[in-house]
């Protein structure tokens, strides 16, 4: 069974400073997807930044990046920039090739402060 | 606007009663999917439908119950079997492929058992 590890249960940084939030997982598979999702205060969950395993790329969306280590199994998300309204819980997620079920970490609560 | 619905927002239930919480979606996907959220635990999957009168369980689909009669209707009951249902419960639908396609939410119930 895959396994998704958050190793950091809080961060908080200052704002428009860099962090970079950490994700470790287990898969024997080779082929999978990961993603960052970010639940607000209001609770609704959106999709910050998808990873496709056999991408070697970095995947990017804006302020928001991963650093995909296929070898070592982690995938961390850096916010550049970061701003009041990255407030939120940011969750990692895996999910193999094929398969339905996605793969939630356990989250990390990140705060930015004014 | 498309988007996913759940309703209510806030439900209170008296323990031996089942309740169903509600979910919508005008996006035309195909997949739909039923979370539990605890605190300081991620997501966990509960049921997953791929197709209209089709569905699977997912990891802890004990004490629940879903049909999936209309592609736009996923509506999920909570039964007396749950040992613990209090809860916020998030439901998410995706195009149809499987778990690696970016699943939309949506805005959550809070299940409460008093």
Not at chain 1, 97 to 111: A, D, I, P, Q, Y
Not at chain 2, 61 to 89: C, D, H, I
Request: hydrophobic share 30%; proline share 4%; glycine share 6%.
């Amino acid at each position: 069974a895959q396994t998704v590890t958050q190793s950091q249960p809080e961060m908080s940084v200052q704002e428009a400073e860099t962090v970079t939030l950490s994700c470790t997982y287990d898969t024997s598979e080779n082929n999978y997807y990961l993603f960052w999702y970010k639940q607000p205060p209001s609770r609704q969950m959106i999709l910050v930044i998808r990873q496709e395993a056999y991408k070697q790329q970095n995947a990017t969306e804006n302020r928001f990046s991963v650093n995909f280590q296929k070898a070592a199994k982690s995938f961390s998300l850096k916010i550049s920039d970061s701003q009041l309204g990255d407030t939120a819980m940011y969750f990692c997620a895996f999910v193999s090739f094929g398969n339905e079920k996605l793969t939630f970490g356990t989250g990390t609560r990140l705060t930015i402060i004014p | 606007d498309g988007g996913i619905t759940q309703s209510p927002k806030y439900l209170f239930r008296k323990e031996g009663q089942n309740v169903t919480l509600s979910c919508e979606q005008n996006l035309n996907h195909d997949a739909m999917y039923w979370y539990r959220q605890d605190p300081g635990q991620g997501l966990r999957l509960i049921y997953y439908s791929q197709i209209v009168n089709d569905f699977q369980k997912g990891d802890i689909a004990e004490g629940y119950s879903v049909s999936r009669e209309k592609k736009e209707s996923f509506p999920l009951t909570v039964t007396s079997a749950q040992k613990n249902p209090t809860a916020f419960y998030l439901c998410a639908s995706s195009t149809y492929r499987g778990g690696m396609d970016e699943q939309f939410f949506g805005p959550g119930t809070r299940l409460t058992v008093l």
